[in-house]
C-alpha cells in the first residue's frame, strides 16, 4: 500500500509561483512511475508531468513545459512540483499518483495505481 498526501494549493495572482509537495509513506517512491495530473474546471484530467525512474526520464504536457519542474526527493520520499509563471489557464485540482508500470510509452497516461486527495491551485487575473 502507498499513501500520497498532496500540501501547497491555494490561490496565487497571473505571474505568481506555488509548488506542490506529495509525501508518500508505506513505500518508497523510487520504485515507481510518479506524477502530478490536473483536473480544470470542465475538462478531463491529464498528466502534466512526470518522472520514470528506470530511465530517469520526465515528461511535461506543451501547457506546462518551461514554466513547471517535477522533482523527488528520495530520502524525504517526497515528490513536487514548482509551478512558476502562472495563468488562470493553470487553475485546476491537482493530483499526484505513482504507478507500477514502468514503460516509457505510458508514463504520465492513466490508469496510475495510486492518487493522492487533490489540490485545489486556483490562479486569478
Known amino acids: 500500500q502507498l499513501d500520497l498526501v498532496e500540501s501547497g494549493g491555494g490561490s496565487v495572482q497571473s505571474g505568481g509561483s506555488l509548488r506542490l509537495s506529495c509525501k508518500a509513506s508505506?513505500?518508497?517512491?523510487?520504485?515507481?512511475?510518479i506524477g502530478w495530473f490536473r483536473q480544470a474546471p470542465g475538462k478531463e484530467r491529464e498528466g502534466i508531468s512526470c518522472i520514470n525512474p528506470s530511465d530517469g526520464s520526465t515528461f511535461y504536457a506543451d501547457s506546462v513545459k518551461g514554466r513547471f519542474t517535477i522533482s523527488k526527493d528520495s530520502a524525504k520520499n517526497t515528490m513536487y512540483l514548482q509551478m512558476n509563471s502562472l495563468t488562470p489557464e493553470d487553475t485546476g485540482y491537482y493530483y499526484c499518483?505513482?504507478?507500477?508500470?514502468?514503460?516509457?510509452?505510458?508514463?504520465?497516461?492513466?490508469?496510475?495505481?495510486?492518487w493522492g486527495q487533490g489540490t485545489q491551485v486556483t490562479v486569478s487575473s
Open positions: 499518483a505513482a504507478d507500477t508500470d514502468l514503460r516509457p510509452q505510458v508514463l504520465c497516461k492513466e490508469p496510475y495505481d495510486w
Open positions: 508505506g513505500r518508497s517512491l523510487d520504485r515507481y512511475a
